[in-house]
Nanobody, 123 residues
């Protein structure tokens, strides 16, 4: 079993930055792809970014390319999401997820989920 705990969410003005962290415990996730998803009320969970087990490859939703950066520290069993140039439409609950080595864009590819952290961007 893997437990994931997100942190770093909060309220920020448009144009600002936040850094989300996702700490894994219970089992190492160093061999797993990790992803970030977000969800707003009434909508399905949407892909934001994913990173390969080694950290060598990353994937981004078009809406966040050039603004968000996903990274990981396998020694710390932690994944990060640096969010810059935030927009009001980035407001959502952000979830961290752990999958298999082949997990990419789809939530169904991920086995473990955190409880989420709220990000609110004011205009």
């Amino acid at each position: 079993q893997v437990q994931l705990v997100e942190s770093g969410g909060g309220l920020v003005q448009a144009g600002g930055s936040l850094r989300l962290s996702c700490a894994a415990s219970g089992r190492t996730v160093s061999s797993a792809a990790m992803g970030w998803f977000r969800q707003t009320p009434g909508k399905e969970r949407a892909f934001v970014a994913a990173i390969s087990w080694s950290g060598g490859t990353s994937y981004y939703a078009d809406s966040v390319k050039g603004r968000f950066t996903i990274s990981r520290d396998n020694a710390k069993n932690t994944v990060y999401l640096q969010m810059n140039s935030l927009k009001p439409e980035d407001t959502a609950v952000y979830y961290c997820a752990a999958g298999t080595s082949g997990s990419r864009w789809y939530s169904r590819e991920y086995d473990y989920w955190g409880q989420g952290t709220q990000v609110t961007v004011s205009s």
